[in-house]
């Protein structure tokens, strides 16, 4: 007897659906452009973003479904592949499963046609297989294991980008400092073991509280630009605001996450039979017809925690840590936005200021 789809597999479905519009038959846009100075520039694709952030508000989802803050993941992981990371790379993947180790999505490639379609088809069967794939990730830190949200890593490297998102869309005075003590915390852990990886930090937050809380407002989004500044935590860190009509489900449940005791690397627990991918939308109930309207409040976000300057940050540091044979797609991407060849390197590498959107 098949499960009843929660509403994380009902978001998933749609979520998908948003990306594949977004970029249809995997090709997408090139998010670099140049400044009137001749610098370039990260310009996020906020239009898709908007959608994804819609569909919680659509589905009804309350905070401890995950699926509100999943919105962010997926708009990151998406972005990273506008950049021209391998789809395989950045996860959460834009289709079943969600992680797959690059070694499996080499196995695959090299398969005769009739064998890679039956091992995809039983990988994408299952949200989890023990050792092999997985709905989340969880990366050994300094002291101990996080789970991180958006993520690129391999055997050969290691990390490479690692990206904890937040999102809090009410009971700001109650839960504030908890999710700014975590993200410190995290930091400090996931840094010292991994000094080369890229690591942000993003945070969704609801724009009622600049009204509702200003000077929790305030402090909130003075913490975070502290967070992106200091030379052992994060790289960068990251404000997104929205405004919205309709209200998600009250909740002071905080989201789940994955024990520190589990196994690093993908989840360690077989977990049942997951929601076929090949489930029609209408048996679901869900549709992307009308989703509620959303705004982003670009106007109320420091330079300094601008989307922009935070994914420039993040695929400028990886492309920098990394020898020029590798990512040869993104460092393709970053140089042709560049309108003098003179200004890149024998390296490929354009060095460039980040600007606020």
């Not at 935070?310 to 991407?333: C, G, K, Q, Y």
């Amino acid at each position: 007897m098949a499960a009843k789809p929660s509403a994380k597999d009902k978001a998933w479905i749609l979520f998908d659906e948003i990306v594949d519009q977004a970029a249809p038959d995997g090709e997408h846009t090139n998010p670099w452009a140049t400044n009137s100075d001749g610098s370039l520039r990260y310009e996020p694709d906020f239009d898709t973003l908007t959608r994804l952030l819609g569909v919680p508000l659509q589905l009804k989802a309350a905070s401890q479904s995950g699926v509100p803050a999943l919105a962010l993941d997926v708009w990151l992981s998406y972005e990273l592949r506008r950049a021209g990371f391998h789809p395989d790379q950045t996860w959460p993947r834009a289709e079943s499963p969600r992680i797959l180790p690059m070694p499996i999505s080499n196995l695959l490639a090299a398969l005769p046609r009739t064998e890679r379609a039956s091992l995809q088809t039983r990988l994408a069967s299952k949200s989890s297989m023990s050792g092999v794939t997985s709905s989340s990730a969880n990366i050994l830190g300094k002291n101990y294991l996080k789970q991180v949200d958006v993520i690129m890593t391999d055997w050969a490297t290691g990390p490479e980008l690692l990206i904890s998102t937040k999102r809090m869309d009410s009971s700001y005075g109650k839960n504030a400092a908890n999710r700014i003590e975590e993200s410190y915390g995290d930091a400090k852990n996931l840094r010292m073991r991994h000094p080369q990886a890229a690591l942000g930090f993003v945070f969704g937050l609801r724009s009622d509280i600049l009204t509702k809380e200003p000077d929790t407002a305030e402090w909130l989004i003075d913490l975070l630009g502290k967070l992106g500044n200091e030379e052992d935590a994060y790289h960068a860190t990251c404000l997104i605001m929205f405004d919205y009509d309709d209200a998600l489900p009250d909740s002071d449940v905080e989201e789940t996450e994955t024990s520190a005791l589990a196994e690093p690397g993908v989840d360690g627990a077989e977990e049942d039979e997951g929601l076929q991918q090949d489930t029609p939308q209408d048996d679901l109930g869900v549709s992307l017809e009308n989703l509620p309207r959303l705004d982003l409040l670009h106007e109320k976000i420091p330079a300094g925690l601008s989307a922009s300057r935070f994914l420039s940050i993040m695929v400028n540091h990886v492309l920098d840590a990394t020898p020029v044979t590798m990512h040869r797609e993104a460092r393709r991407r970053r140089r042709a936005a560049t309108p003098d060849p003179a200004a890149v390197g024998e390296s490929g590498i354009v060095h460039d200021t980040p600007v606020a959107e």
